[in-house]
Each structure stands twice: as C-alpha cells, then as structure tokens.
C-alpha cells in the first residue's frame, strides 16, 4: 500500500483523507493545513495520522509516495511541482492549474520523472456517468447532436474565482470523458453581481463533427438544479443527479427527415419517433472512494489515469477560453 500525504483540510480535504483511509490498511500518514485548528479535528478523527502545518515536511517527507493537493487553486501550480520534484505521485484537486503553461508544464514534467498525476474530478466515477458512457460506447444513442447542461444553485460565492472556474469544471470533464469529437471553439457570456467576479455564466463549445455543447453555470439561482441532456441520432438521455432513484432516463424519442417523394429537393418532411421511456439500473457507489482506489491502483500496477494531467490540461484550455471570452463579451475562441 502507498503512503499518502493530504495538503489541504478545508471543505474537501476531509473527504479526501476518509476514503483514502478507507482503503486497505489505510494510507494517510500526514495531513497538513496552515490552520491549526483545523488540524486538531484531523487529529482528534484520526488519532495515528501526523499533522503539521508545514507543508514541506509532506513534500519532502522520503516516506510520502503520493501527495493530494486539495487546496485553493492558486496554490496548485507550486505544491504539484514541488511533489514531482521529489518523486511523489500527485492527486490533485479540480481545476488543475489556473493557466494553461502551468498545467502543460506540470504535465510535462510528471512525464518526465515517471510519475502518475491525475487530477480530481470526481462526478467521472458516479454510476451515472459510468453508465452514460456505457450507453453512447455503445451506440444506443446514435451519433450524438447535442450536450446540455445546468449547474446552478444559491452559493457557495468564492473569493478566488468566478463561477465558471468553480463549477464547469464538473461538467466541461464530463462532456470530454463521454464524447470522443474533439473541442474547436468556446463561446462565454456573463455578468458580475455580487463580488466583482462573474457569478453567473453560460458558455457554448463546438466541435469539429457538428457536436455542440452548453452549459449554465449559476451561483445565484433560488433552486439546486443538476441536470445534463444529451441528444442522439438514436435516443436521448436525462440525467437529474438529484432524485434519489432513476437518475438517468433514456427516451426513444427523435425526428427523421425526407424529400418528400424525391421529386422536390425543397419539400423536407420531418416525421417525429415517440418511444418509450426506460431507466438503467446505475451502480450505487461513493465515487470518491471509486477515485482514490483507482488512484492507489493506477500507482502500484503503472497504470495511466483516463483522468490524468493531459485531461486536466483540457479542461484547464477550455476554461482560460471562457475567460477570454467572458472579457470579450462572447467572442469567439479557438482551441
């Protein structure tokens, strides 16, 4: 088993060290944060796992074989670099970096000293998406039209970035992780109400098969609401990742177009498939415990992530995208 040393103990990092812990003979040894008392709670959860609010004592520590960078993303760039330096597989949390050099350095680097780096992003390992991406690999869906998401909710505001940096991350992975056309161009539009940050957003990516993709992203809005459509040639998919049961719904519904009787090149006929509608059985998983032990895994057996630094690099060129967008009033940017 590796050992394992968590940065961060904030909002995410006690996930972080449950599940790793989770795993077989638990593989936390040093969680480290700069604020002592939240260490204390770290420590009074888990009594045998050291704690300090050096962080370079993790870093450098020759017992550390991973770290997990769970900090604010600013910070990602010079922990991450400073784990490969010294020889540690790194887990880090979505966004990768804050900018694109950054992250193809990193990328760059993990390459070149042989070691595994894969970037947070959980919602990849939920039955849901495990099950989407069953159902388009296999075609049930038919050549897929369209990809459209809504992300929205009241908060939580962040100081250090807007809305999109903080929540299309989820989505812009999943999109990548389902559909294998490749990202040409972003289209962002926004507005700053509350911090003098963009809190609410709504970005569009096309790609080069005619695919296109939107996502709403929303800090401001008076209900929850998680949800992604996805259009195929075939069948069309609803995924509510709020109700408890049926979280994916799969409709038989599309349209089919003609010439008329071929005699009229300009007489289209649109004849419209009303099927039925069925719901997949979905694992029932933590995907954050499906996530580190596929991390742990992909450490001891040499294996590369799906979600590794080059997946976190995309997602990280589709984000600075929308931000030359957002300063452009929607412009269009090319990947």
Known sequence: MISVGVIGYGYWGPNIVRNF???DLGCVKSVSDINSKVLQKAKKAYPSIHTTTDCHEILRSPEIDAVAVITPVATHYPLVKEALENGKHVFVEKPFTDNVSHAEELVELADKKNLKLMVDHTFLFTGAVKKTKELIDD?????????DSMRV???????DVNVVWDLAPHDLSIMKHLIKAKPKAVVATGECHVNGKEDVAY??????????AHFNVNWLSPVK????LIGG???????????????LRIYDKGVTKSNGDGQNVHELLVSYRMGDVWSPRIDQIEALGAETKYFVDCVENNKTPFNDGVAGLEVVKMLAAADESLSNKGGMVYL
């Not at 075609?139 to 990809?147: D, N």
């Open 21 to 23: 812990q989770s795993l």
């Open 139 to 147: 075609g049930a869906l038919g050549a897929i039209y369209y990809y």
């Open 153 to 159: 909710n009241l908060g939580l505001f962040q100081t």
């Open 203 to 212: 970005i569009t990516v096309y790609f080069e098969d005619s695919v296109i």
């Open 225 to 228: 609401i998680r949800m992604t």
């Open 233 to 247: 040639e075939k069948k069309m998919l609803v995924w509510n990742d709020l109700v408890a049961d049926e979280k």
